[in-house]
């Protein structure tokens, strides 16, 4: 009886391990990818809720150890708002999703994204307007960041990762593009 139970023990351990490897990835690391959504925001005097942000992870995030976790085909999704006193377009990620099979992953990460030369935030193309308050005229507007923009996700909190076989013939990634946006921009 105890051999029997202990030889199923054994097996359901070496069936869970050979399932999927658990990931650290830890503060500090990054992440390349294309914002999918186009981002409209508000500047000072116009009031209205954040922008979502949809994020494609291109190939992992790099740890400061150097190495690599494999999150292809994983999006991160946040918010975004107009900073006044940098006057730039802050991207606040929330949360990671990961298409893994027929279940999707979801992960709690904190982080901002950068412009693909390391900027916080990117500028935005801005459009002014007047309009008047209570009799007061004031200077406002939005400002946009086009889809298809290239971004650097950093961390500030990291999360463990829980990969599957990425291999399975189930895994799919859940959206695509045609050839030419593959490597957009160019």
Sequence with gaps: ??????????????????????????????????????????????????????????????????????????????????????SRVVIEIKDITCPQGEKTYHIEALGYLYDENGGFGFEGEITRYEKEVWGIRIRTGYATVPAFSRGILFLRQGFNFERKDLKHPRWRRPLTFPENFKDFPP
Excluded: K
Aim: with cysteine; charged share 10%.
């Design 1 to 86: 009886m105890r051999r029997t139970l202990f030889i199923l023990l054994l097996s359901f351990a070496f069936i869970t391990i050979s399932y999927g490897q658990i990931f650290n990835v830890p503060t500090g690391s990054f992440a390349t990818g294309t914002i999918l959504t186009g981002i409209s925001v508000a500047l000072p005097g116009e009031v209205i809720d954040p922008s979502p942000v949809v994020f494609r992870i291109d190939e992992g995030f790099f740890t400061p150890a150097d190495s690599i976790v494999d999150m292809s085909g994983c999006y991160a999704h946040g918010t975004a708002y107009w900073a006044d006193y940098i």
